[in-house]
């Protein structure tokens, strides 16, 4: 089959996030950080810092706990993922987690709230002797939903392996 690249600048999956003390707080233990900067203000307030701060990896987790019914938009779109992982399912082979990246332009914090969109911004294919790894690479940015400043980029690569 060939490689559709008619999926790159494919948007949708918008939401807005409300970053929560206890999301946060749960998120950092579950990850084996146990400093209490991220559970308590005036540990946060004694390490220089305004509010109780977010892990660096917190956004993969950050729409399940902080996307509340009547925040969101009217019309949040699908998320492009979501299509590209139906398709890799129809053309069979294994769907496999290629890597995440995240680039912050501030810190995020308790109280934040974000508005989110994805993109497809790449789509490629690799051959080797065992089969094809076609690559889908999106990028979820966060915006502050007060100032409407770019706040941070989350960029996923999943790769489906036939």
């Known amino acids: 089959m060939p490689l559709d690249k008619s999926w790159i600048g494919r948007k949708g999956g918008r939401a807005r996030i409300v970053i929560e003390r206890s999301a946060v707080t749960n998120f950092a233990r579950a990850v084996k950080d146990y400093d209490p900067v991220y559970a308590n203000a005036e540990a946060a307030k004694a390490a220089g810092l305004d509010a109780i701060p977010v892990p660096p990896t917190y956004l993969i987790a950050a ?72 690559f889908t690479v999106t990028d979820t940015k966060y915006v502050d939903a007060n100032t409407g400043e770019l706040v941070a980029t989350a960029r996923n690569n999943f790769i489906n392996r036939r």
């Open 63 to 134: 729409s399940t706990w902080g996307t509340f019914p009547e925040l969101q938009p009217d019309d949040p779109g699908v998320n492009p993922q979501v299509d590209v992982v139906a398709q890799y399912a129809k053309d069979g082979g294994l769907l496999l987690h290629g890597e995440q990246q995240f680039t912050y332009e501030r810190a995020l914090k308790v109280g934040d709230v974000l508005d989110i969109e994805t993109e497809i911004v790449d789509t490629y294919e690799k051959t080797s002797g065992s089969g094809t790894m076609t």
